[in-house]
């Protein structure tokens, strides 16, 4: 019989977080206006999640082990430039450091564990990212708008890593030349405040705005702008660079902290590394809307990754799906995770008819439900949008 645990989560307070989107979930006030950026869920060491048994506090860690973090994630300004290794050039990046002697809370740490991380990021919120190198041409037409970029341009004829390569070459005064020329194309005067718009140019302005003479303010330019709508996801596999601007959204991911940076932070940037990981080939990703289940109200994320499925319940389904009745029940068997982002959840196991045990979960909190025997049904009652994260078998 699978056992309920309450989880207490705990919070990341990176600079690009917002100060509303968490707060607002948890129902907690915020008089500091300090950054909220992620809450996570699960059992990976830079922020493990624990449960309350017998009075007292369990990391959840000693309870389970899970392949994959879960993870509300808030960005009120836009997040770095980055991208994840694959296993094997993650289990050699962290093996190679560990070796050097780097210290795992080392900043200029690029290798915490030594696991992949593939992700899906779910919109909460309209949510806007960049992923993906454009194609070659529309980069070039995107650059010709911007004075002064003609050299970069040309870089570009002998592919992306070219180009990178010249553009985080520049030294301060190209930079600041480029970061002045992004400002007139854009319209904007330093300082000003942002507009709402989120065209290619227009972003190249926002980011100069906030990370002024990063080489990174043009990466608008020459990754896909994607606007996701709530409850649109898009997958990103290893290798691949991306960055969140704006808006609130689930993430779920291998179990992993690995990060490779390329610009608009002022976290550690080793640009070697990023590049030894990097596919430089244009890539568009797809926009995923959830599958329907059987089950009134459940949608499945389809995403091609091992550690991991992730799905959305409701009730009512008035936001997904307006034309299916409510009521619930989770067709899978397997353990996982399972976040309430609105309303109310009574979650249930009945087994032969009978209610065998239950949690109510409130909007921001969530749990760890351990693997169903066969027979046992889990189902879900009330007023409710949650999303839940499980371990394939």
């Known amino acids: 019989m699978p056992e309920f645990y309450k989880l207490d989560n705990e919070i990341k307070h990176y600079a690009w977080g917002s100060a509303e989107m968490i707060p607002a979930l948890l129902g907690i006030g915020n ?33 389970t082990t899970l392949p994959f973090l879960f993870k509300f994630l808030a960005a009120g300004s836009p997040l770095s430039i980055q991208a994840h290794p694959n296993l094997a050039q993650a289990r050699e990046g962290f093996e190679t ?25 779910c919109a909460l919120s309209p949510f806007t990212a960049m992923a993906g190198f454009r194609e070659p041409g529309e980069t070039a037409q995107l650059l010709s708008k911007i004075n002064g970029t003609e050299a970069l341009a040309s870089s570009l004829q002998d592919g992306y890593r070219a180009f990178l390569s010249a553009l985080f070459g520049l030294d301060t005064p190209g930079r600041k030349a480029l970061n002045d020329s992004v400002l007139a194309a854009a319209g904007r005067i330093p300082g000003e405040a942002e507009k709402k718009d989120t065209s290619p140019i ?13 080489p990174g ?3 608008p330019l020459y990754l896909n702008v994607l606007e996701l709508k709530p ?11 991306h960055a969140y601007i704006n808006g609130f959204a689930m993430e779920c991911m291998a179990n992993s902290d690995n990060v490779l940076r390329g610009g608009l932070t002022p976290k550690h940037i080793d640009l070697p590394e990023l590049f030894s990981i990097l596919n430089f080939a244009p890539f568009k990703p797809d926009i995923l809307n959830p599958i329907r289940l ?6 499945h994320y389809k995403a091609p990754c091992d550690e991991f499925a992730l799905y959305l319940i409701q009730n009512p389904v008035s936001s997904v799906d307006p034309a299916l009745p409510g009521g619930q029940e989770l067709e899978k068997r397997e353990m996982g995770i399972f976040a309430v982002y609105n309303g109310s959840v009574e979650i249930t196991l009945s087994s032969g008819g009978a209610s065998q045990k239950k949690i109510v979960l409130k909007k921001g909190e969530s749990a760890f439900i351990s693997q169903r025997d066969k027979g046992e049904r889990i189902l879900f009652n009330g007023d409710f949008t949650l ?3 499980l371990a394939p078998s």
């Open 31 to 63: 008089a500091e206006k300090k950054p909220f950026a992620e809450l996570w869920m699960g059992v990976h060491p830079g922020a493990p999640s624990t449960t309350r048994i017998g009075g007292k506090s369990v990391p959840l860690s000693e309870i």
């Open 387 to 389: 999303l839940a994260a």
């Open 294 to 299: 059987s089950s009134p109200g459940s949608y």
């Open 217 to 219: 303010i043009i990466s």
């Open 231 to 241: 409850f649109e996801s898009v997958f990103l596999p290893a290798g691949v660079l």
């Open 97 to 121: 450091e560990n070796r050097a002697g780097i210290p795992l809370t080392d900043p200029a740490r690029n290798y915490r564990d030594p696991n992949h991380k593939p992700e899906i990021v």
């Open 202 to 214: 227009s972003l190249c302005g926002e980011l100069a705005r906030v990370y002024p003479c990063d």
